[in-house]
């Protein structure tokens, strides 16, 4: 059954780049299960034309040795591009700028680390003529548990119709390595920081919510929460109605 999906998702990637007219696909390689799986996958769409992008912006050390482990793991060609000086000029400007303004020092800088990993695949996409591939499951598009224009800004959602369990499950099967699949899902954000901790509520109660399976009232009110407020995030900018002359 997995290989037959799998089978699925690389058919629709080599579809994806034919009708974009494109020449293969990139994915930022943050060391995390989910980055790893879609790296596997546009590996296999395009054997010579795909290639990972590691983006260190503060970030710990063990993202890299991850991100590099996992592109040895499945052959993949793969660069570096460290984001950590550009972050710190941008973020430092910033609040200078507000001065006692500022209210959301963590958010900001987080989002920040994310917008600007975006804007770097883009740069290496439009260089090379490359789709973005993004990383986001199903439990994260239907929490909007990712940055607005940041790893939500993408080109393509290879894992969008799988939950982080069946995630786990395709790691196994594409050879991911261990030290990967046995990491706690972060984003990445900030040292320390961990999926579920920020969220409030486990990756195991959003997939047994989108499978149709009962959870706790608890974790659904957390759940319908985050899928009501992080709307903006899933449709395009609100605009005017037309006008009427």
Known sequence: MIEKRIDHVVAWLREQVEISHTNGILVGLSGGIDSSVVACL??????????GVILPCKSN?????DGE?????????????DLTEAHGNIFLKVNNALGDRAQKRRLTDANLRARLRMSALYTVGNDMGYLVAGTD???ELLTGYFTKYGDGGVDILPLARLTKREVFEWAEYLGVPQSV????PSAGLWEGQTDEEEMGVTYDAIDAYLEGNEVSEEDKIVIERM???????????????PFID
């Open 42 to 51: 546009i590996k296999k769409a395009f054997p010579n034309n795909s290639i």
């Open 61 to 65: 050390d063990k993202d890299r040795e």
């Open 69 to 81: 482990a996992v592109a040895k793991a499945c052959n993949l060609d793969y660069i570096e591009v």
């Open 137 to 139: 499951n199903a439990a």
């Open 181 to 184: 699949i046995d990491r706690k």
């Open 227 to 241: 899928n009501r407020v992080t709307e903006h995030k899933r449709v395009m900018p609100p605009m005017p109605a």
